[in-house]
């Protein structure tokens, strides 16, 4: 069991360069969700999803696109790169097994953009 | 939203010496968390405590959901214990976690 696994784990990208983060888990959650995580900020959400098709707006969105095309797997969007994205960027996933809706997070992605 | 402060933001200990964490929450929550990310930046599951007492080895949690606040307790600090401790609670359905600043542990030897 791999748990949440997040792909890639470094990476750097020039102002309007395009690119998309994936992240994929084993444990059948039915919710997925995106943070990013800034010095000082904690985790902000960006997006989330609460089932395969599905997507909703966190708390900043703006700039990022993301698809749930299939339950295993939630893909984060960035259409054209900006400095102000640098920041780390966390996947997690949760379940309503028992209604506890506990919360696991994959390993991360660091991402500079120059 | 519901807004979530923990204290304090920085803690520098001695190995061996005691500790609690705090984390205020501004309405009633059905899911808290607490996380503690390591110096590598992952991020591990503490407890799942929305009420009640938990311990795992020499970590403890205390949720008092009437009163809105949760209290991590770590006994006997080692340096492995450094990081930073989140804090984050959910208050309805599968509305996703709202996470606190964190508090920051230095533990030195």
């Known amino acids: 069991n791999a748990g949440v696994t997040q792909t890639p784990k470094f990476r750097v990208l020039k102002t309007g360069q395009s690119m998309t983060l994936l992240c994929a888990q084993d444990?059948?959650?039915?919710?997925m969700y995106w943070y990013r995580q800034d010095p000082g900020m904690g985790l902000r959400l960006i997006h989330y999803?609460?089932?395969?098709?599905?997507?909703a707006k966190g708390e900043v969105p703006d700039g990022y696109n993301v698809s749930r095309l299939k339950k295993q797997n939630f893909l984060l969007g960035l259409e054209s790169a900006a400095p102000s994205q640098t920041s780390v960027y966390f996947c997690?996933?949760?379940?309503?097994?028992?209604?506890?809706?506990?919360?696991?997070f994959g390993p991360g992605t660091r991402l500079t953009v120059t | 939203g519901i807004q979530v402060e923990q204290s304090p933001p920085d803690l520098i200990l001695q190995e061996g010496a005691n500790s609690t964490l705090r984390c205020n929450f501004s309405d009633s929550v059905n899911n808290l968390q607490w996380f503690h990310q390591n110096p590598w930046g992952q991020l591990i599951n503490l407890f799942y405590?929305?009420?009640g007492t938990k311990q795992n080895g020499r970590l403890s949690a205390t949720t008092v959901a009437t009163e809105r606040y949760s209290l991590l307790y770590i006994s006997s600090s080692q340096t492995t214990d450094s990081g930073v401790y989140f804090c984050a609670v959910r208050n309805s359905g599968n509305t996703p976690l709202v996470f606190g600043k964190g508090t920051r542990l230095s533990v030195i030897a």
């Open positions: 999803s609460v089932g395969e098709g599905t997507t």
């Open positions: 405590i929305p009420s």
């Open positions: 444990m059948n959650h039915e919710y």
């Open positions: 997690a996933s949760s379940d309503r097994r028992g209604r506890t809706y506990e919360q696991y």
